[in-house]
T-cell receptor, first 114, second 116 residues
Framework: DVKVTQSSRYLVKRTGEKVFLECVQD?????MFWYRQDPGLGLRLIYF???????EKGDIPEGYSVSREKKERFSLILESASTNQTSMYLC?????????????FGPGTRLTVL | AQTVTQSQPEMSVQEAETVTLSCTYD???????LFWYKQPPSRQMILVIR??????QNATENRFSVNFQKAAKSFSLKISDSQLGDTAMYFC?????????????FGQGTTLQVKP
């Protein structure tokens, strides 16, 4: 059974803290994605990566950075968390050669910044 | 830039009945892919159905089917014989063909409640 896992389901942090969200997939996928999900806005792409150490900005990269040191792991970093980053964060992965088949999603991390 | 619009924030349907969720999109590309994803409460998002724009035939997956109107840029999802397990948020998504990097553009989502 294919899997995308995220390090935490719920996370509470304080304004100004550095926050790490981890995502791991076991499907040997090249593509990995970070989205944030907000009511009425759907999913918006923050960053994606199509290979180790490669990254590209999505639609809303401001305030975020990413790291991909290993193929199976893609980390989202909030350098200095702010209250407007309170959201649900979803990680996804897909095959580089067959990106149109599907993206596989993790369970999400609900982050609250106080 | 491509956009995807779901104009129905919430819908409800009685168990065993049929419901249709709407989605429109805007693109200048001729080849692309469209998807419907389902996000059950507190559970992971999964792919429901996928349509390739160059195929005229509407995709079907068991009780789920789409009505793809390319000229109108419309991509609705029909759920037949609704079941309680269909209660979820449904997202319509677009993927361009040119320079395909696997990026998806999502609509705002429609929350569907199936009532017993």
């Amino acid at each position: 059974d294919v899997k995308v896992t995220q390090s935490s389901r719920y996370l509470v942090k304080r304004t100004g803290e550095k926050v790490f969200l981890e995502c791991v997939q076991d499907m040997d996928h090249e593509n990995m994605f970070w989205y944030r999900q907000d009511p009425g806005l759907g999913l918006r792409l923050i960053y994606f990566s199509y290979d180790v150490k490669m990254k590209e900005k999505g639609d809303i990269p401001e305030g975020y950075s990413v790291s991909r040191e290993k193929k199976e792991r893609f980390s989202l970093i909030l350098e200095s968390a702010s209250t407007n980053q309170t959201s649900m964060y979803l990680c996804a992965s897909s095959l580089l050669a067959r990106p149109t088949l599907a993206q596989f999603f993790g369970p999400g991390t609900r982050l609250t910044v106080l | 830039a491509q956009t995807v619009t779901q104009s129905q924030p919430e819908m409800s349907v009685q168990e065993a009945e049929t419901v249709t969720l709407s989605c429109t999109y805007d693109t200048s590309e001729n080849n692309y892919y469209l998807f419907w994803y389902k996000q059950p409460p507190s559970r992971q998002m999964i792919l429901v159905i996928r349509q390739e724009a160059y195929k005229q035939q509407n995709a079907t997956e068991n009780r789920f089917s789409v009505n793809f109107q390319k000229a109108a840029k419309s991509f609705s999802l029909k759920i037949s014989d609704s079941q309680l397990g269909d209660t979820a948020m449904y997202f319509c998504a677009f993927m361009g063909y040119s320079g395909n990097t696997g990026k998806l553009i999502f609509g705002q989502g429609t929350t569907l409640q199936v009532k017993p």
